[in-house]
């Protein structure tokens, strides 16, 4: 028994020494080729080789996903002139694409959509729940995941795309700051 209690603490030791290096090592999003709406042929290092990466995962009966692409699109519009772009990637069978197609063409989204009806990337990546968000840095690497959408989340995923930005070396656009009213001293 007190061989046991003397192992014990080494073992866990052990064990937490383990996922710390399982945390450290990132893994690569796997360059798969997919189709656009138009039924263009498409692999994701075309996106990614020039400048990070937000993929998100959807379908059209997934009502969280619809309102979190509303935020997609405005964060793409702000970020895009950085390098960094949202590609997202419709799950819906083949059967739905003309709904899907019309989804699209209506929202007149600004990022790129990639139709995977095997839904093979988000199996790959071990995706369960919709949304899915993967943050891709510009060497393939996976640098953040989000599951689900609450309102809210898309200030926490511009603070990461804007740190995913830096890390690249890339610029981050300009804003003019709101011109402050003067405040005459005199009263």
Same mark, same amino acid.
């Given at each position: 028994?007190?061989?046991?209690?003397?192992?014990?603490?080494?073992?866990?030791?052990?064990?937490?020494?383990?996922?710390?290096?399982?945390? /450290?090592?990132?893994?690569? !999003?796997? &360059?798969?080729?997919?189709?656009?709406?138009?039924?263009?042929?498409?692999?994701?290092?075309?996106?990614?080789?020039?400048?990070? !990466?937000?993929? &998100?995962?959807?379908?059209?009966?997934?009502?969280?996903?619809?309102?979190?692409?509303?935020?997609? &699109?405005?964060?793409?519009?702000?970020?895009?002139?950085?390098?960094? /772009?949202?590609?997202?990637? &419709?799950?819906?069978?083949?059967?739905?694409?003309?709904?899907?197609?019309?989804?699209?063409?209506?929202?007149?989204?600004?990022?790129?959509?990639?139709?995977?009806?095997?839904? #093979?990337?988000?199996?790959?990546?071990?995706?369960?729940?919709?949304?899915?968000?993967? !943050?891709?840095?510009?060497?393939?690497?996976?640098?953040?995941?989000?599951?689900?959408?609450?309102?809210?989340? #898309?200030? /926490?995923?511009?603070?990461? !795309?804007?740190?995913?930005?830096?890390?690249?070396?890339?610029?981050?656009?300009?804003?003019? #700051?709101?011109?402050?009213?003067?405040?005459?001293?005199?009263?």
């Amino acid at each position: 028994m007190k061989k046991i209690f003397y192992l014990l603490p080494f073992l866990i030791f052990l064990f937490a020494e383990q996922i710390s290096l399982l945390e /450290q090592t990132k893994s690569l !999003i796997p &360059n798969l080729k997919f189709k656009d709406l138009d039924n263009k042929k498409l692999v994701l290092e075309e996106f990614y080789s020039k400048g990070p !990466i937000l993929i &998100n995962f959807w379908t059209l009966s997934c009502e969280p996903c619809k309102k979190e692409m509303k935020h997609l &699109n405005r964060i793409n519009q702000d970020y895009s002139t950085s390098g960094f /772009q949202v590609v997202s990637i &419709n799950m819906d069978s083949p059967r739905t694409m003309k709904k899907v197609k019309q989804f699209v063409k209506s929202q007149n989204y600004s990022f790129k959509v990639l139709s995977d009806p095997r839904m #093979e990337l988000f199996r790959k990546l071990g995706g369960s729940v919709m949304p899915l968000v993967v !943050i891709v840095n510009m060497d393939g690497t996976i640098e953040k995941r989000h599951v689900g959408y609450n309102p809210g989340d #898309e200030v /926490q995923l511009e603070k990461e !795309i804007i740190e995913i930005i830096e890390l690249n070396k890339l610029t981050l656009p300009d804003y003019e #700051e709101p011109k402050k009213e003067k405040v005459d001293s005199n009263g």
